[in-house]
C-alpha cells in the first residue's frame, strides 16, 4: 500500500505542476506564480529532482525581475544535473532532453541580465546538448531558438532586450 502511494504522489505533483502551467499560459501570470511557489515549497530543496527542476523551470517563467529568472533557471539545472549523475536514481538518459532547454533559458537570462560570455557558455553547451533531441517539434524549436540567439549574440555581439525568449515546454 505505501509503494502504491508513493508510485501516485510523483503522479499528482506533476499533474498540479501541469495544471499551473495550463493556467499560466492562459495568462494568469501571478496566480501562476503564487501556486508554483506554494509547490515548491511543498515538495521542498530536497524533493524529488524531477519535480524541482521541471517546477523551477516554469516557475522562472514567471519572474518579472531577470535576476530571479535566472536564480530559478539555475535550481532547475542543478535539479536536472542530480538526475543526470544518477543520484536519484532516475535513467539519465530520459533526463537528456531536458538539458538543451535548461541552457538555453540560461543564455536567454544572461543576455538579459548583460553577461554576453556566459551566455555564449551556456549557449555552446545548449547547442551541444541538442544533439540528443528527436527530429520533432520540440527538437527543432529548441534547436531553432538555439540557432536564433546564436545569430543575435554574434551580429550585435552582445546582449540587449528584444523581448525574446526560448520555448518552454517539456520534452515529449
Not at 502511494?5 to 501562476?32: F, K, N, Y
Amino acid at each position: 500500500m505505501a509503494e502504491r502511494r508513493e508510485r501516485a504522489a510523483p503522479d499528482a505533483v506533476s499533474t498540479r505542476i501541469g495544471q499551473v502551467v495550463m493556467l499560466h499560459h492562459g495568462g494568469d501570470r501571478e496566480e501562476a506564480r503564487s501556486r508554483f511557489l506554494d509547490l515548491w515549497a511543498e515538495i521542498g530543496e530536497d524533493g524529488d529532482p524531477l519535480h524541482r527542476c521541471t517546477l523551477a523551470h516554469y516557475l522562472a517563467d514567471t519572474q518579472d525581475d531577470p535576476a530571479d529568472e535566472l536564480a530559478w533557471d539555475l535550481r532547475a539545472l542543478s535539479a536536472a544535473e542530480e538526475l543526470t549523475d544518477g543520484r536519484a536514481g532516475a535513467d539519465p538518459s530520459g533526463v537528456q532532453g531536458f538539458l538543451p532547454s535548461l541552457h538555453l533559458n540560461l543564455a536567454a537570462d544572461y543576455v538579459k541580465l548583460g553577461r554576453a560570455e556566459a551566455a555564449r557558455s551556456h549557449l555552446r553547451r545548449a547547442r551541444a546538448a541538442a544533439a540528443c533531441l528527436a527530429d520533432d517539434g520540440y527538437g527543432e524549436g529548441v534547436r531553432s531558438a538555439i540557432s536564433r540567439l546564436e545569430l543575435r549574440l554574434g551580429e550585435d555581439g552582445g546582449p540587449g532586450d528584444d523581448g525574446w525568449a526560448p520555448p518552454r515546454q517539456r520534452p515529449g
